[in-house]
């Protein structure tokens, strides 16, 4: 009967109450501390939002929105609370004697999946889309353990960033000196099966060779022109047994031989060359210049890859430091009140509204 007259007051009125005890009169105060950050690739270009992320494209970097949103998760992950744990007393951090029963971590020795959920309570990361700024906010009982907390978060936040720059790093390099190792492979591989042919064929170039010996008729009918123009001269104003004219003849024989002799040595060579020979002889030439093309192109590649592992190819900036927070901007009691009781408010009017239409119902 008590209960039915008091129905709001117990329902509403008396755990607001209790709440505001606990919070104006139990609840510790957390402490948070906030730092923003930016990660950035190089690049010839960038665009974004705001006056900092012109200033970052104006000087040769791009939003790296993917390695932004790893670094985000990260900080939310085992990897970093396990991280924490080496470098900061975390659990006890979190156990401060000032705490409330609440509020604090309930386990002295908590197991890692719950000091993560605990962790991701009092420690979070936003990724800003627009303006491309991570904010990183952490809370505890002290001031001075929420700023430890944040730059440490950033300490291993720069550390993920040059692991990755090391990864992208090496796999550059590894991938260029592969295909240069495959490149002095063919240029081999071209140079054996050129060399190869010569040895069998025992002929360095078969168009070249045959080349070499038209132009070497060439001059020597050139040659034997100009000696029978000279005799033709001489025996004008000589008689036939001058030694002049017997030079003469005796070159022009000569000569005769010897264009007969390499019309011969072409001939045999043409017929000793078959048009498969010529075939093969292209395509080895043609392979051995491809395989040289590519050792040059894979040599530039490496020497661009080593040029690049020079230079840090991802960036995190700190753009606002931790902070050591001077009041306690939690919990907020009065605004928690406050949606403890309209909450309450309105699920009691929700059970009246459905008990007096049963109600009426009924009768």
């Known amino acids: 009967m ?14 607001t109450l209790l709440a505001a005890l606990y919070l104006y009169g139990v609840a510790a105060p957390q ?14 270009g960038g ?16 939003p790296a929105s993917e390695d932004a949103m790893g670094v985000r998760d990260y900080l939310e992950s085992h990897d ?35 000091l993560l959920d605990y962790f991701r309570r009092m420690a979070t990361a936003e990724y800003d889309t627009t303006s491309g700024i991570s904010t990183l906010r952490v809370r505890s009982f002290r001031p001075e353990d929420s700023k430890a907390i944040a730059g440490q978060l950033l300490t291993l936040s720069e550390e993920l960033v040059n692991r990755l720059n090391r990864r992208m790093q090496e796999d550059g390099l590894r991938v260029a000196q592969e295909d240069l190792t495959r490149a002095e492979a063919r240029v081999t591989a071209a140079q054996l099966a050129m060399a190869g042919f010569r040895e069998r064929e025992k002929a ?22 100009q000696a029978r123009a000279e005799l033709s001269e001489v025996q004008r104003f000589a008689r036939s047994d001058n030694p002049r004219v017997t030079q003469l ?33 292209e395509r080895l030439s043609v392979e051995r ?26 960036f995190l900036m700190r753009v606002v430091e931790p902070n050591l927070a001077e009041y306690a901007r939690y919990p907020k009691s009065t605004l928690s009140v406050i949606y403890v009781f309209a909450c309450l ?16 119902h009924a009768s």
């Open 2 to 15: 008590f209960f039915r007259r008091n129905t709001f007051k117990m329902t509403v009125l008396l755990p």
């Open 31 to 44: 402490y948070e501390s906030e730092a923003r950050f930016l990660v950035r690739g190089r690049s010839g």
């Open 47 to 62: 665009s974004g939002g705001g006056g900092m992320s012109e200033m970052m494209a104006s000087a040769g970097f791009k």
């Open 80 to 114: 970093a609370v396990d991280a924490l744990r080496h470098r900061l007393p975390l659990v006890e951090i979190f156990r401060r004697p000032e705490a409330d029963p609440l509020a604090r971590l309930w386990w002295s020795n908590p197991t890692s999946e719950r």
């Open 204 to 225: 360095l170039d078969p168009a070249r060779s045959a080349a070499l010996a038209v132009d070497t008729i060439g001059q020597l009918e050139g040659s034997l022109a």
């Open 249 to 281: 003849r005796n070159r022009i024989e000569g000569l005769t031989g010897q264009i007969a002799d390499q019309r011969r040595r072409l001939g045999s060579r043409e017929e000793g060359v078959s048009q498969q020979q010529f075939d093969e002889y």
């Open 289 to 314: 210049d491809l395989a040289r093309a590519h050792l040059a192109s894979a040599t530039a590649s490496l020497e661009r890859a080593r040029s690049e592992a020079l230079r840090q190819q991802l």
């Open 345 to 360: 408010s309105v699920l009691y009017g929700l059970a009246w509204l459905l008990i007096a239409g049963m109600r009426e």
